[in-house]
């Protein structure tokens, strides 16, 4: 079993006092989450670290209740019958009821079950069987008249699944679906719906054997078809992703809006198979369907880079738009260690600005980066060719000391990838945009900066 390598910085570490007032959970990926209403968001499940073994996690039920007006997390207990422990599990709220469903996700018990949680009274109550088990990273889309399309989902064994479920919340029933076409099974894909045309698109996520798709898929709900769907406007394939913070619009508790979708973050492709060069995106994108075309809008290429986090949006002030960022994997190794975070984000759009939730102090301010730009000094010891460069550098550490992590930053110091233990002297930027890059390398006893130009 590979490290897991849970990581929480100066910014996230709660003092007792603050800690009574302030459960934010711990770091942690694959968690669900809804947008309930103004007042609370709901963040379920997911991997986190196992307390008793470092080296070791864990599959939690735990299900905190965020307050947008005073940014605080409470971890809450529902009375009724007991959540189970899921990574992945993929929600669904009813604005009819006003129920959260969790459907799916990868369960340390055999269960098929799916649970339905009231916000109001607090309760839980375990519902009929799921004609499927272990489905994580399901994709879902509602289709209109209180009934959600399901797709794919991550098997047991790592595989993937092609099959398709309709769920009516009405009356709590599944219907098995055509599946996904040309034998195609995702996991971590995006759903959005075009209710006027009767169509379901799917796009993104990973494949059985864990690669990037690239492919949009279209349902016809009225002749349960699937025929290849349109190219999406604006979206490079090279930054289609897999495991995105996938965020509703900010309606969505109150009127269903499902041709609209926002991605943030999520695992791009890389043109090496090595785990020491998994692609972090650092992207929102808008993805929206006009008649009946599907148009990507970028919004922001500096959001912090992280795969599996979860996210939201809202409407403040002035109407300026927000959108809010938590948890997520934040760095894979060489070796395929994982680092994952509990770090709180938003980002303005109408300002655009980010900045990162400190809960020492309880309040907004900037990112946390261990790079100061303006005292940037690139060390002699470190050469670093070709550069400028199109794709790969290598760089040589004439100190011949062992490296331990390189850590690549963008212009604007986010970090946006991070590799443990590396095994090669080269680093990848085919998958990044063009501009300047700062490098950290550090060894035992000390670290190492240079700076690279992508053209």
Known sequence: MKQIISTISFLTILSLSVLAQNQIPSPRYGTAVVHYNDTAVYIYGGVVQNNSKSNNTTTTNDLYQYNPSDCTFKKIVPSGDELPLV???????????????????????ADNAFYSFDPQAYQTVKKGQQPFSQRGGMSCAYRGSHTWLLSGGQLADGTASGAVYEFNATTEVFTQKADIPQGTALYGHTSI?????????????????????????????????????????????????????NIQPVNCYNTINPSEIFLAGGQKYSTTKSTSSVAFSSNLYQIKIFNGNMIATLLSNNIPPIIDGVGWMTVENTNDTVFYMFGGINSISSTGDTTFTNNFY????????????????????????????????????????????????????????????????????????????PTETEINFTNTTSGLYFIRIETEKKHYLGKVIKE
Not at 88 to 106: E, N, Q, V, W
Not at 197 to 218: A, E
């Open 346 to 421: 938003r980002y303005n759009h109408t300002t655009n600005q980010i900045q990162q939730y400190d809960t020492t102090q309880q309040v907004w301010g900037s990112l946390g980066t261990s790079i100061n730009e303006t005292e940037f000094k690139s060390s002699i010891e470190l050469k670093i060719y070709p550069n400028p460069t199109n794709d790969k550098v290598k760089f040589d550490l004439q100190t011949n000391e062992k490296i331990k992590t390189i850590k690549i930053y963008n212009n604007s110091g986010l970090l946006i990838q991070q590799i443990t233990n």
């Open 193 to 245: 719906s075009d209710t006027l045309n009767n169509k379901v698109y799917i796009f993104g996520g990973l494949n059985g054997s864990g690669t990037n798709n690239f492919s949009c898929y279209q349902y016809n709900t009225q002749t349960n078809s699937w025929d290849f769907g349109p190219s999406i406007q604006n979206y490079p394939v090279n930054e289609w992703v897999a495991g995105a913070a």
């Open 87 to 109: 990574n992945r599990a993929s929600p669904i709220y009813d604005p009819r009821t006003k129920r959260i469903h969790f459907m799916g996700g990868l369960r340390t018990v």
